[in-house]
């Protein structure tokens, strides 16, 4: 006998309560019932609207899934239809296409964003790009430098001014950056303009939130550290709860900073 099961999700005095029931399909009767409740982590954040780029997987995926748990409306913006529409499934998300270092791209985007959703409480500028042949600033081809740039560091500087506007009553822009653009410490000689690129950004988020303190909207960058992801490789110390989480306290706490560089929830200098 084959069964099916349903599981249904409901909000019930701030809590978030499921039933999965198992129906023999046969005759369509109910052959059992299970309950389970959950206190849901933070209620508050509900109608809040949330972007995470570079969603469909890695730190971005477990960014915009820890979001959603937290209430957030998620829009899962990847340039990979497939790809997109299957994370944003998975985490009860919206996918929207998004190419962060194509302009067209950004501009439509941030018009499908307008037409359904009306606003953003947060933006997470999290797709990024480090490539295999980054190894050697003496042999960097322009191309490689343009390409890493422009995804790296001009592609959120483009969607956050495409995207600030919907921000009316304040709103976060968290900018996912790396030890490997800090200007404090040492140089380390791995992937020199994938560095670069992060301290580019870096300084982005700090002009960025000069110009957008006055709109109350604070931005950040943040360093989640060396994460196991595609990126990161499999010997990366982090797995990828730890490397989402300063973004997520950052877009979750009660009060933020703005113009400063995080790292485990505490600033570190630039
Ligand atoms: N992993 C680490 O150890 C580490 C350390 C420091 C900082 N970071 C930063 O953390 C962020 C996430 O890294 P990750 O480790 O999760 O990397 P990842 O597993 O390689 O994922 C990168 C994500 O960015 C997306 N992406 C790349 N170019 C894009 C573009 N032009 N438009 C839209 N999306 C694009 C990818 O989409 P596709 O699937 O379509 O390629 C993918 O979703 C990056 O900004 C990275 O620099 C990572």
Not at 50 to 71: D, K
Not at 183 to 204: A, E, H, Q
Not at 222 to 243: I, L, Q
Request: glycine share 12%; aromatic share 8%; proline share 3%.
């Amino acid at each position: 006998m084959q069964l099916i099961y349903e599981l249904w999700n409901f909000q019930c005095n701030g809590n978030s309560a499921y039933i999965a029931i198992e129906i023999n399909d046969d005759v369509g009767n109910v052959k059992g019932l299970h309950l389970s409740g959950k206190q849901s982590t933070n209620m508050k954040q509900e109608n809040k609207i949330a972007i995470v780029t570079g969603a469909n997987r890695g730190i971005g995926f477990e960014i915009a899934r820890q979001l959603s748990e937290n209430g957030f409306s998620v829009i899962v913006a990847a340039r990979d239809k497939k790809k997109g529409n299957g994370a944003a499934e998975k985490i009860g998300g919206h996918f929207i296409q998004l190419d962060v270092s194509n302009e067209k791209s950004i501009s439509d985007f941030a018009d499908e964003v307008k037409k359904n959703f009306g606003k953003v409480d947060v933006l997470v500028n999290n797709a990024g790009m480090l490539e295999k042949m980054d190894s050697d600033i003496l042999t960097a081809k322009s191309s490689l430098m343009n390409s890493t740039f422009a995804t790296n560091a001009i592609g959120p500087v483009l969607l956050a001014q495409a995207i600030f506007p919907l921000m009316e009553k304040g709103g976060r822009i968290i900018n996912i950056s790396s030890g490997g653009g800090s200007m404090t410490d040492g140089v380390g000689g791995w992937s020199p303009i994938y560095c670069v690129s992060k301290s580019l950004l870096n300084s982005f988020t700090r002009h960025l939130a000069y110009f957008l303190k006055g709109k109350e909207i604070s931005v950040n960058a943040v360093d989640p550290g060396w994460v196991r992801t595609d990126m990161g490789g499999k010997s990366a110390p982090r797995d990828v709860g730890e490397g989402a989480d300063t973004a997520v306290w950052l877009a979750t706490t009660e009060k933020t900073p703005t113009g400063k560089f995080f790292r485990d929830r505490k600033e570190i200098p630039f």
